[in-house]
């Protein structure tokens, strides 16, 4: 039987029958088949333009109650979802930094990235299947006494910025976004479970309230001081290159010993390192300009 398949894609490649090995290549490329190609879009990106990705949970809000994540925050689950943008970061190429809130995350590749002749579809495709199949590679890790139900889903698309301040108002509205909504949340699941509102009750309560007037409900109402909810909540997380220093043990022998010692040894690494701070101000970006650096 494969010496029958052998000899149909030898003729179908132009070949005499058992010829095989010696147009090999012929069969690959020059095939009557090859045409199909021709159907394949060119989704090469725009050069000098900073690639942005951006994914997000589809339908998270029903994954989140199947899975009993806490409200309005849940650690466990931030968490997860930014180890899983580090593993991005560390499996993938040109990523200058990385972006993340709730259930969505962008990353950011370098302008003059060259990764995939700069296909739009590798860029994308690439991310989502790596966070996704990292989402449930460490599950356990973080949810521990909570079974993974069903297979999550991430949804991605793609975004190119042609100048560092668009990047930089793209990455502020995401953060500024990140507030707004858990500012939102925090004072709807406060009316939730502590005043005993239900979910219909509590969007009456808040509907056409400005920032100011949430601040004041938490405040009056449950004693919280919206400025001292954890930083991870309040801008999200971002992740950065950084240097860092570890100390690890190695046996080594020295001159004169006939045994092995174990000694402490410094070294540098660069390591994805996960920092909640504001990026809408210029402090940031005065403190890390490698980021933004062309030849970074």
């Given at each position: 039987?494969?010496?029958?398949?052998?000899?149909?894609?030898?003729?179908?490649?132009?070949?005499?029958p058992?010829?095989?090995?010696?147009?090999?290549?012929?069969?690959?490329?020059?095939?009557?088949?090859?045409?199909?190609?021709?159907?394949?879009?060119?989704?090469?990106?725009?050069?000098?333009?900073?690639?942005?990705?951006?994914?997000?949970?589809?339908?998270?809000?029903?994954?989140?109650?199947?899975?009993?994540?806490?409200?309005?925050?849940?650690?466990?689950?931030?968490?997860?979802?930014?180890?899983?943008?580090?593993?991005?970061?560390?499996?993938?190429?040109?990523?200058?930094?990385?972006?993340?809130?709730?259930?969505?995350?962008?990353?950011?590749?370098?302008?003059?990235?060259?990764?995939?002749?700069?296909?739009?579809?590798?860029?994308?495709?690439?991310?989502?299947?790596?966070?996704?199949?990292?989402?449930?590679?460490?599950?356990?890790?973080?949810?521990?006494?909570?079974?993974?139900?069903?297979?999550?889903?991430?949804?991605?698309?793609?975004?190119?910025?042609?100048?560092?301040?668009?990047l930089?108002?793209?990455?502020?509205?995401?953060?500024?976004?990140?507030?707004?909504?858990?500012?939102?949340?925090?004072?709807?699941?406060?009316?939730?479970q502590?005043?005993?509102l239900?979910?219909?009750?509590?969007?009456?309560?808040?509907?056409?309230?400005?920032?100011?007037?949430?601040?004041e409900?938490?405040?009056?109402?449950?004693?919280?001081?919206?400025?001292?909810?954890?930083?991870?909540?309040?801008?999200?997380?971002?992740?950065?290159?950084?240097?860092?220093?570890?100390?690890?043990?190695?046996?080594?022998?020295?001159?004169?010993?006939?045994?092995?010692?174990?000694?402490?040894?410094?070294?540098t690494?660069?390591?994805?390192?996960?920092?909640?701070?504001?990026?809408?101000?210029?402090?940031?970006?005065?403190?890390?300009?490698?980021?933004?650096?062309?030849?970074?």
């Amino acid at each position: 039987m494969l010496r029958c398949c052998r000899a149909a894609v030898a003729i179908a490649a132009g070949c005499a029958p058992g010829s095989l090995r010696g147009c090999r290549g012929l069969a690959m490329a020059k095939s009557k088949f090859e045409y199909v190609r021709d159907f394949e879009a060119d989704d090469t990106v725009l050069p000098n333009c900073w690639i942005v990705v951006r994914l997000d949970g589809r339908n998270f809000h029903r994954f989140s109650e199947q899975h009993e994540f806490k409200k309005p925050n849940d650690d466990r689950a931030l968490q997860l979802m930014t180890k899983c943008a580090q593993t991005v970061m560390q499996e993938l190429e040109d990523i200058s930094i990385a972006y993340g809130q709730s259930d969505e995350y962008s990353f950011v590749f370098k302008k003059k990235s060259r990764w995939f002749k700069r296909r739009a579809s590798k860029f994308m495709t690439h991310v989502v299947s790596q966070f996704s199949s990292s989402y449930v590679f460490y599950w356990k890790d973080y949810f521990k006494d909570q079974q993974l139900l069903y297979p999550p889903g991430f949804d991605g698309r793609i975004v190119l910025y042609p100048s560092n301040q668009n990047l930089k108002d793209y990455l502020s509205w995401r953060q500024a976004d990140c507030h707004i909504n858990n500012l939102y949340n925090t004072v709807f699941w406060m009316l939730v479970q502590r005043s005993g509102l239900t979910p219909v009750q509590a969007q009456e309560r808040l509907r056409g309230t400005l920032a100011g007037d949430k601040n004041e409900i938490l405040f009056s109402e449950f004693n919280i001081n919206y400025n001292n909810e954890p930083l991870m909540y309040r801008k999200g997380t971002v992740l950065i290159w950084q240097k860092v220093n570890e100390v690890i043990t190695k046996k080594i022998k020295l001159p004169k010993e006939q045994e092995e010692k174990e000694v402490e040894v410094t070294r540098t690494r660069t390591k994805v390192v996960p920092l909640h701070c504001d990026i809408i101000g210029d402090q940031f970006w005065e403190e890390y300009p490698e980021i933004l650096a062309e030849d970074s």
